[in-house]
């Protein structure tokens, strides 16, 4: 989203649109032919959409990615918006009201569910602190059953929000103005299990943008079905920086797993990724288009 967008009038757009034109020309369309496909107009403009997705995926880290058989056991499925902003509702006495007409909507690809996230600035006054409200109210709804291994380094020299993740949520909330929980289309990690936090940042779509250990603390408190055992896929946190040694050096990235039965809250490298032991996988969100 930081990167500038091509449009067809561009010197790139124009060359791209050209082999459009060129495959079109050579498909030798007759009026029933042509009628056929703007009949189907919607499924033409989706299969091209994710052809174009498909070839011009980076091949950036793709050394850092492996097959994982690691999901969801523990039976989480995302909960209706409703359901979410009460548990939000009697987690933060006094938050405001979410748009719950959005959920309406048809999900974006690639998405599993609507999920109700509050501005963090609702929660604290600085993202360090909302997230460690954030964590302290996972340890008490989870039964003390919590470790965070980062104990201290959560001010920002430590911790940060990415920019991509930041600008996302500023449009987010620009256009859910009036509302402290935003509506968001996400996936809780499946979608780029097996992958580096870095190869999962290279391939997320346009309208993509990883999750943040904010949000993801927000959507561990209103699905605690989601991690419940060492075999649930853990989850990292893609839309956050992390620097160990609070030297400027933001090559970490925080995640939530689970071992010896209670989630941890700590932080690795970013190429780090796992296949066969400790499955990760960074969520993400989606823009509305």
């Known amino acids: ?42 499924e033409f403009q989706e299969g091209l959409k994710r052809l174009i997705e498909e070839l011009s995926v980076s091949n950036r880290f793709s050394d850092e990615e492996v097959k994982s058989s690691y999901g969801y056991p ?9 359901q979410q902003t009460n548990i939000l509702y009697q987690l933060f006495p006094g938050i405001g009201y979410a748009d719950e ?26 993202y360090g602190e909302a997230i460690q409200k954030v964590l302290d109210l996972i340890r008490q709804t ?12 959560l001010g920002p ?14 449009r ?3 256009e859910q103005r009036d509302h402290d929980i935003l509506v968001v289309p996400a996936q809780f990690g499946l979608r780029h299990r097996g992958r580096s936090v870095r190869r999962a940042r290279e391939v997320m779509n346009a309208s993509e943008f990883g999750l943040d250990a904010f949000a993801i603390g927000i959507m561990l408190l209103t699905h605690r079905e989601r991690l419940q055992h060492y075999d649930d896929l853990w989850i990292d946190c893609a839309g956050d920086e992390f620097a160990p040694d ?37 969520a993400s969100a989606f823009l509305l288009q």
Not at 7 to 21: A, H, V, Y
């Open 157 to 170: 020299k430590h911790l940060r929000q990415s920019a991509n993740t930041a600008i996302a949520f500023q």
């Open 101 to 126: 007409k959005i959920a309406s909507q048809p999900l974006p690809q690639k998405a599993e569910g609507w999920f109700a996230i509050p501005r963090w600035g609702k929660i604290a006054p600085t």
């Open 1 to 42: 989203m930081s990167k500038t967008l091509i449009t067809s009038r561009d010197p790139q757009g124009l060359r791209i649109t050209g082999l459009f034109e060129a495959v079109f020309n050579r498909a030798k369309f007759d009026d029933t032919r042509a009628q056929r496909l703007i009949e189907h107009e919607d």
């Open 246 to 282: 609070a030297d400027g050096d933001f090559s970490y990235a925080p995640y939530f797993g689970f071992r010896g039965g209670r989630i941890g809250f700590t932080a690795s490298w970013v190429g780090r990724y796992y296949g066969c032991y400790g499955g990760c996988g960074s």
């Open 172 to 174: 987010l909330g620009d």
């Open 142 to 153: 989870r039964n003390g059953k919590f470790c965070n291994y980062r104990k201290g380094q």
């Open 74 to 82: 523990s039976g989480y499925k995302p909960k209706s918006i409703t």
